[in-house]
Nanobody, 124 residues
Framework: QVQLVESGGGLVQAGGSLRLSCAVS????????IGWFRQAPGKEREFVAT????????FYADYVKGRFTITRDNAKTTLSLQMNNLKAEDTAVYYC?????????????????WGQGTQVTVSS
């Protein structure tokens, strides 16, 4: 099993920045993607960014490309999401997730391990 624990959420003004972290532990060798999703009130959970864990390749949703950056440390124990130029529409609970398959990296159904989530609120 893999365990994921998010931290770093908070309240920020539009145009500001936040950095989220996800502590990754457990069996990650069998995981293909580890990444970030978000869910706003009344909306479905949506893809934000993810990393092909073995090689470090990164993938982003169009609506965050150029503003968000996903990285990990060399020990592969922490996955981070640097969020710059935040907008009110980025307000959501952000979840770290690990996939079991190697299919569509943006499909929530590919991910079967989830953290508890961290709230990000952007005031306009």
């Amino acid at each position: 099993q893999v365990q994921l624990v998010e931290s770093g959420g908070g309240l920020v003004q539009a145009g500001g920045s936040l950095r989220l972290s996800c502590a990754v532990s457990g069996r990650t060798l069998s995981r293909h993607y580890i990444g970030w999703f978000r869910q706003a009130p009344g909306k479905e959970r949506e893809f934000v960014a993810t990393m092909w864990w073995s090689f470090g390749w990164t993938f982003y949703a169009d609506y965050v490309k150029g503003r968000f950056t996903i990285t990990r440390d060399n020990a592969k124990t922490t996955l981070s999401l640097q969020m710059n130029n935040l907008k009110a529409e980025d307000t959501a609970v952000y979840y770290c997730a690990a996939s079991v398959g190697s299919g569509s990296y943006s499909d929530t159904r590919e991910y079967n391990a989830w953290g508890q989530g961290t709230q990000v609120t952007v005031s306009s």
